[in-house]
């Protein structure tokens, strides 16, 4: 099982920027697919960003696609989500996930959560 520990929220502006880290502990890091996903006040959480064990495979949510990017260092264990042109919202709690689906894209598949990073976007 991964461990795995998010950073880098905090409050931004609409129209800023802001990148996510993950760190994962464990050997196996680079054979897990991982994820992002995020969870606004009142609303379910939600699927953002995958990125295969590789890395070779990226998708992302309809709402974030041409804004964000995912990324993995396996060689480091470090997962990122840049995010670019924040909107209202983009605010909510960001979790890294991982799991053994190749590509991550429903709650359901994950094995390993992180504890969640705030991100806000203010106008």
């Known amino acids: 099982q991964v461990q795995l520990v998010e950073s880098g929220g905090g409050l931004v502006q609409a129209g800023g920027s802001l990148r996510l880290s993950c760190a994962a502990s464990?050997?196996?890091?680079?054979?897990?697919?991982v994820a992002w996903f995020r969870q606004a006040p009142g609303k379910e959480r939600e699927f953002v960003a995958t990125i295969s064990a590789s890395g070779g495979s990226v998708y992302y949510a309809d709402s974030v696609k041409g804004r964000f990017t995912i990324s993995r260092d396996n060689a480091k264990n470090m997962m990122y989500l840049q995010m670019n042109s924040l909107k209202l919202d983009d605010t909510a709690v960001y979790y890294c996930a991982a799991g053994r689906s190749y590509i991550l894209s429903s709650a359901v598949d994950v094995r390993s959560w992180g504890q969640g990073t705030q991100v806000s976007v203010s106008s």
């Open positions: 464990g050997s196996t890091f680079s054979t897990y697919g």
